[in-house]
Every structure is written in C-alpha cells, then in structure tokens.
C-alpha cells in the first residue's frame, strides 16, 4: 500500500521522458507526497464515504496527473467538473444496479435458510437466470464509464492555447473489445498483443 505512491510516479516519469514528439520530450513533475494522498489516502475516503466520494477522488486522480505532465516547459491543464463526473459514475453505475440487485436478493433468502439448515427459497432460484442479463449490463456498465471518461478527461484538457478532441463511440469500443477478447480466448493468449495494439489504434485516432 505504501509503496504505491513510488511505483505510480516513477512509472509516469518514465513513460514521459520516454516519449516525444518533433523531438521535443515529454516530463512528469508529480512527487511521492502528491501521490501518497491521491493514491492512498483519499482512497480511504472513498470507502469511508460507501463510494459516494469516488467520482470526486476520480476527478482529483486525473487533475493531478494530467497537470503535471508539460511537454518541454508547457503544462497541461485539466479543467474538468466534478459535476460532470457524477453523472457520468452515477449513469455506469445504474448498468451495474441489477447485478448487485441480483446479488443482494441471494444473499437475503439464502443465507437465513442456510443458517436454518433448511433448502433455499425458490425465489433464489429463479434470480440466478436473471444474473445472465445483469452481467452483460454490467460489462456495459464498464465499457460506458471507459468510453465517457476518456472523452470528458481528454475534451477538457489543455496545453498552452491549443485544446484535445476525442470522440469514442461505445458501441465502437465494445465491439473492438469483444471481438478482441473472442480472438485472444481462441487463440490461448498468443494473440494478445494484437489485441492490445488494435485498441491502442482506436484509441489514438
């Protein structure tokens, strides 16, 4: 837990000094201390909170690395709303509703009859088929946050006068991660790094 915060920064300074555009190199400037409250402490808030601080610990999260990062000696600015990553978490969050739905129900009917050492009630029986559409849901759930985020993040940062644009569809990114992930499966991993290179193109265009 604690060395966390080492591992985020050095892996972020080597990965901007290691890259570069026209030959001018990319820095990080974030410190251990920055990351030890970004990464560890307000983390700790999000559980005390029951989640309901994590979209702001989110939206902190990403201020923080994308404003320091500079490309030569020009910063990025992050000016994103913590407004808008509520509504983004809350939306991905109600794909994921019917699956902890699903669960809690189990969880109330079965666990008395266990304790009774009697047999589940039937109603347990008949929530397990709906978990086969609560799952996929939360997997879009997933996808959408994935999708929503990088958009909003990337349309909201800048760097000197010049603004990001980026436009990832959903139903773009969830084919492309599912064909991905059918592909990887057939071919027992081999094929991963393809995988991972096909999304990194998406991504970037």
């Not at 974030?30 to 601080?53: D, H, Q, W, Y």
């Not at 849901?137 to 985020?149: D, E």
């Amino acid at each position: 837990l604690f060395v966390t915060p080492w591992f985020v920064v050095r892996a972020l300074t080597f990965n901007a000094r290691n890259s570069a555009w026209r030959g001018l190199r990319f820095h990080f400037s974030g410190r251990m201390g920055e990351a030890f409250v970004i990464f560890v402490l307000l983390p700790l808030l999000t559980a005390l909170s029951l989640g309901i601080a994590y979209p702001w610990v989110a939206k902190k999260r990403r201020e923080w690395i994308v404003n320091r990062h500079a490309y030569g000696t020009t910063h990025f600015n992050f000016q994103g709303d913590v407004g808008e990553f509520y509504k983004i978490y809350l939306t991905a969050f109600a794909f994921v509703l019917p699956l902890v739905l699903c669960y809690m129900v189990i969880i109330a009917v079965m666990l008395p009859a266990t304790q009774r050492g009697g047999e589940p009630p039937m109603i347990a029986a008949a929530v397990l088929p709906l978990m086969l559409i609560a799952f996929p849901l939360a997997y879009c759930g997933f996808f959408y946050l994935r999708v929503k985020v990088f958009n909003y993040s990337w349309q909201n940062t800048t760097i000197g006068a010049h603004r990001f644009e980026a436009s990832m569809r959903f139903w773009d990114y969830f084919g492309i991660q599912f064909t991905n992930w059918i592909v990887t499966a057939l071919t027992f991993g081999l094929m991963y790094p393809w995988a991972m290179v096909r999304m990194a193109d998406y991504v970037t265009k």
